[in-house]
């Protein structure tokens, strides 16, 4: 396998991360870069640590993929991660690399050169393309934000320095997808008309609404939620349909953090799953003043911190096609509203939305909502 461990310029060199001490490294270097930037968010460590192990997180299993560090002598600047989804390309019929988790010092030239070092390792590999910032599947961080820094960070997004967008357009890189995010208020002249269309929709359709309280009551549904994803995310970008052991792994990484209360379950008269939405107060606040250390008191601030913001974040939603137009998605809103307003909150993040996702932009807009952010994927063809 090539590997890049000779690429060197001036007092620059990359070596790919081959030890428990090396990931370590990867793992803590962006906290480092990031010190003085108010707006970033650690990331959850002892995720961290489980999503780059290559025999814990089984998505290794059907991915290509190199670690690597740029270090200036003993001093690591910057790291990035390759991947090259062997599934997704198989299943579209590409030949696609990605790079993600790029971070770097404000130097062009270490963002060059560990850009080219993936380039090289993707075109050993036979790649045509190159794209990112982009893991594993769309269920990780995905894009890079150009608009909307002054914006409050929320969970499972990312934030990067204004500058690394250009550093990216200067190294031939342009735009593959955008993706947009709107803050849309929780009290809003809309909310009265959106009800009476729920409940239209559930008289007329034998529909079933779920409301959960505990973890318990929602803990059987976490996985017929991510089956019914596999067939209502099909044609979104850079997704690929979850093997069952995925579904598991995502239920116990993300149980014990949701709130009950903004996850919302329609059955259909047959009780089958009809449509859903997750969605969780926002806890990026308690991260950060966590330093995104759980223990010993981290749990502490991120529950706080759910306890006292007044934002809801939207993490995930779907409808089987079956039932599409039939008001699901006024049931879904309006429920979701009402808790809210029961639990104080008083505006909702979007999170990430194609550009192109021209109904669900349209939804937030009918709801007053106010495009706030834009992320990018960045594209570029490879060449010998």
């Given at each position: 396998m090539l590997i890049l461990s000779k690429f060197l310029i001036m007092n620059l060199f990359i070596r790919e991360v081959k030890n428990k001490k090396d990931l370590k490294t990867f793992i803590y270097l962006p906290e480092k870069i990031h010190k003085d930037q108010p707006g970033w968010v650690h990331p959850l460590y002892g995720d961290d640590f489980h999503f780059f192990d290559r025999d814990k997180n089984k998505s290794f299993q059907s991915s290509e993929v190199v670690l690597l560090l740029a270090w200036e002598g003993s001093k690591a600047v910057g790291r990035i991660m390759g991947i090259i989804n062997t599934r997704y390309n198989e299943l579209r019929g590409e030949k696609n690399a990605r790079f993600c988790f790029l971070e770097c010092y404000n130097d062009f030239i270490i963002a060059q050169t560990l850009i080219q070092?993936?380039?090289?390792?993707?075109?050993?590999?036979?790649?045509?393309?190159?794209?990112?910032?982009?893991?594993?599947?769309?269920?990780?961080?995905?894009?890079?934000?150009?608009?909307?820094?002054?914006?409050?960070?929320?969970?499972?997004?990312?934030?990067?320095?204004?500058?690394?967008?250009?550093?990216?357009?200067?190294?031939?890189?342009?735009?593959?997808?955008?993706?947009?995010?709107?803050?849309?208020?929780?009290?809003?002249?809309?909310?009265?008309?959106?009800?009476?269309?729920?409940?239209?929709?559930?008289?007329?359709?034998?529909?079933?609404?779920?409301?959960?309280?505990?973890?318990?009551?929602?803990?059987?549904?976490?996985?017929?939620i991510f089956r019914l994803i596999n067939e209502a995310y099909v044609n979104i970008y850079g997704f690929v349909a979850l093997e069952e052991y995925e579904m598991q792994a995502y239920a116990r990484r993300y149980l014990p953090i949701l709130d009950p209360r903004f996850v919302k379950v329609v059955l259909d008269a047959e009780g089958k799953l009809a449509a859903f939405v997750v969605s969780m107060p926002e806890i990026s606040a308690g991260i950060r003043k966590a330093r995104g250390r759980i223990m010993p008191f981290g749990w502490y601030h991120i529950l706080k911190a759910g306890k006292k913001t007044t934002l809801l974040t939207l993490l995930l939603g779907g409808i089987a096609d079956r039932h599409r137009g039939k008001g699901l998605d006024a049931i879904l809103s309006a429920s979701l509203l009402n808790s809210a307003r029961q639990a104080g909150l008083t505006a909702i993040d979007s999170h990430l939305i194609l550009e192109t996702n021209r109904l669900m932009r349209a939804e937030c807009e009918r709801h007053h909502g106010v495009l706030h952010k834009r992320y990018r994927v960045f594209g570029k063809e490879l060449k010998e």
């Open positions: 070092s993936v380039e090289a390792w993707a075109l050993s590999k036979e790649m045509t393309h190159l794209i990112g910032p982009l893991g594993f599947s769309d269920k990780e961080p995905q894009g890079m934000l150009t608009e909307g820094f002054e914006q409050e960070v929320v969970i499972a997004t990312n934030y990067n320095f204004p500058w690394l967008p250009d550093f990216l357009h200067v190294l031939g890189f342009s735009k593959e997808v955008e993706l947009v995010s709107y803050l849309l208020p929780v009290e809003n002249p809309s909310s009265a008309r959106m009800s009476a269309i729920a409940e239209r929709a559930l008289a007329g359709n034998n529909f079933q609404l779920l409301n959960f309280s505990s973890r318990k009551e929602l803990r059987p549904w976490v996985v017929p």
